[in-house]
T-cell receptor, first 118, second 114 residues
Framework: DAGVIQSPRHEVTEMGQEVTLRCKPISGHNSLFWYRQTMMRGLELLIY????????DSGMPEDRFSAKMPNASFSTLKIQPSEPRDSAVYFC????????????????FGSGTRLTVV | DAKTTQPTSMDCAEGRAANLPCNHS???????VYWYRQIHSQGPQYIIHGLKNNETNEMASLIITEDRKSSTLILPHATLRDTAVYYC???????????????FGTGTQLKVEL
């Protein structure tokens, strides 16, 4: 089990540029979550998907942020245009749906993408 | 989800038990207590969860008071690698449930020292 895979691990970009973060959830997990972590605000849930459908995007800060899940094995979080205040660590997590037996309890998080916007 | 209150920081000597408290006085009957930890620069990691009975796994033990208004996470023999931020989260539902959000507070920074 490779776990939740995020790419890139680090991203440095200039203000105004488009940034795309990627996530591959654990196979068989039907729910996917995007979190953002900063020193000031801690861990914040941005959006989550269930069976590839966005369920709650109330945490997405602005229209500059968008997320997609075109299939069960891939999701993207895009920021366009990026701003310095978007600098943070972005985590992706996955979780199995009710009814699926699994020895891996709870949410599984990826290693995160550290985004720096200069 | 019910609100939780945790101390900001705690210290523990290596090899000793680390007891991390959490208050959740407004917990509802169908809300579970979950514990996660986050080691520096890594994603949060699930530790344990419980409803009303005490629970134990290979990582830790969870003691929930009879009135369920507080709980304690116990790391029986803390090591330097257990230095992390520990989050106590109260949430409706069981282990699975893609429709349930996981909301993190500020947690307790545990520092294990020699």
């Amino acid at each position: 089990d490779a776990g939740v895979i995020q790419s890139p691990r680090h991203e440095v970009t200039e203000m105004g540029q488009e940034v795309t973060l990627r996530c591959k959830p654990i196979s068989g997990h039907n729910s996917l979550f995007w979190y953002r972590q900063t020193m000031m605000r801690g861990l914040e849930l941005l959006i989550y998907f269930n069976n590839n459908v966005p369920i709650d995007d109330s945490g997405m800060p602005e229209d500059r942020f968008s997320a997609k899940m075109p299939n069960a094995s891939f999701s993207t979080l895009k920021i366009q245009p990026s701003e310095p205040r978007d600098s943070a660590v972005y985590f992706c997590a996955s979780n199995p749906n009710p009814g699926q037996g699994t020895p891996n309890y709870g949410y599984t998080f990826g290693s995160g993408t550290r985004l720096t916007v200069v | 989800d019910a609100k939780t209150t945790q101390p900001t920081s705690m210290d523990c000597a290596e090899g000793r038990a680390a007891n991390l408290p959490c208050n959740h006085s407004t917990i509802s009957g169908n809300e579970y207590v979950y514990w996660y930890r986050q080691i520096h620069s890594q994603g949060p990691q699930y530790i344990i969860h419980g409803l009303k009975n005490n629970e134990t796994n290979e990582m830790a033990s969870l003691i929930i008071t009879e009135d369920r208004k507080s709980s304690t996470l116990i790391l029986p023999h803390a090591t330097l690698r257990d230095t992390a931020v520990y989050y106590c989260i109260v949430r409706v539902g069981g282990l699975t449930g893609g429709g349930n959000k996981l909301t993190f507070g500020t947690g307790t920074q545990l520092k294990v020292e020699l």
